[in-house]
């Protein structure tokens, strides 16, 4: 099964122009190497509330992204509101695998990992994973979770249980 996943960077700068994106280069190598998916969408938002909920409502239900990966946006600066635009489009959360980022993270950086905010959620057949800003917080982030999210994947969107008919 290739997955359809999306990528949505929310950074000011990064939609200004002036910050190379390479937390979004780190999650489409491990997307592809290891999760063997494909990028289905990737865009850069600033972070705004609105703007962030309207790309991920686009990215889940126009994309039919089955897993939509976010960066940027979920420490605890003001303007950090990923995990705040997330809640407001999600219908379910998955705290499991929130809480498994931060475990693994918080072995390698205990301050990173205490500030982090990011949550995981449901939107219809896509599953909402926030990770953080930074490369290594990406990478760190979603290797605790990478060989876990086949089998919430097949869950989600329903593959789980025909398999197992």
Known sequence: ????????TASDKGSRGERE?????????LVEEELGGEIVDY???PDEQDEIMAALIEMA???EADLL???GGTGLAERDVTPEATMGVID????GMAEAMRLHQFQKNKRAAMTSRGIC????????VNLPGSPKG????LAAIMDDLPYALRMITGLEREQSV
């Open 61 to 63: 239900d126009y994309y």
């Open 92 to 95: 379910r959360l998955v705290p």
């Open 69 to 71: 990966l976010t960066t």
């Open 138 to 141: 990406v990478h760190e982030n």
């Open 21 to 29: 994106d390479t937390s979004a280069q780190v999650i489409r190598e």
């Open 1 to 8: 099964m290739i997955w359809k996943v999306a990528v949505l």
């Open 121 to 128: 959620g449901i939107r219809g057949k896509t599953l909402i």
């Open 43 to 45: 865009r850069i938002v």
